[in-house]
């Protein structure tokens, strides 16, 4: 396994991210919504270090890509969700590919309630983009390489890895 991004500059990027956070909510309570199961470690370590009042809570987003009846339709399960009426969110997820599950999320959450809604993602992959989306924190932008590690999966594999990694047969 090639090492993109080792644990150490994980850590510190990680712990960056929630000063950068916890200044710009300014004291202001946030609801932290993690896509699963990808955000699943990044949220963990995140949280850790954000000093607000915070609240914790998940969604799914399930993509059906190649299915001939429905092209990229995806399905968002919001079971694990608490009212949001009027609170302010930051959602989280793994990694942001062509961009379409964090726009259908976030007009999601807002279509919930949500005061506002901002968006970290630990990684970025270069030249993927498929929709404009902006995301507020970003980890680590990335050369368009399957990767796995730190929430990442192949096959439900590989996601408690403490690095993000290259497969070699899916780099
Ligand atoms: P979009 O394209 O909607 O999708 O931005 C984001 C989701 O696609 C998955 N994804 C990956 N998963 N390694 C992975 O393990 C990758 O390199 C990769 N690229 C995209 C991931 O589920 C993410 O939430």
């Known amino acids: 396994m090639e090492v993109l991004i080792p644990a150490e500059r994980i850590q510190t990027r990680v712990a960056e991210l929630a000063s950068e956070i916890a200044r710009d909510y300014a004291g202001t309570p946030v609801t932290v919504v993690g896509i699963l199961t990808g955000c699943l470690v990044f949220t963990a370590d995140l949280i850790r270090h954000i000093n607000l009042p915070l609240r914790v809570a998940f969604v799914t987003a399930s993509s059906y890509r190649g299915m001939v009846t429905l ?4 399905e968002i399960r919001d ?3 608490p009212d ?8 989280l997820d793994d990694i942001l590919d062509t961009g379409k599950t964090l726009t259908r999320v976030v007009a999601h959450l ?3 309630g949500a005061a506002s809604v901002k968006v970290g993602v630990l990684l970025r992959k270069m030249g993927r983009q498929e929709v404009p ?5 970003v980890g680590f932008t990335i050369p368009d390489k399957f990767v796995v590690g730190y929430g990442l999966d192949f ?6 890895l403490p690095y993000v990694g290259v497969l070699p047969s899916a780099g």
């Open 84 to 91: 949001i009426t009027g609170r302010h969110i930051l959602l």
């Open 155 to 160: 096959n439900d594999e590989y996601r408690h």
């Open 79 to 81: 079971e694990l969700l």
């Open 133 to 137: 989306f902006e995301p507020d924190y």
């Open 71 to 74: 092209p990229g339709k995806l």
């Open 110 to 112: 807002i279509d919930k």
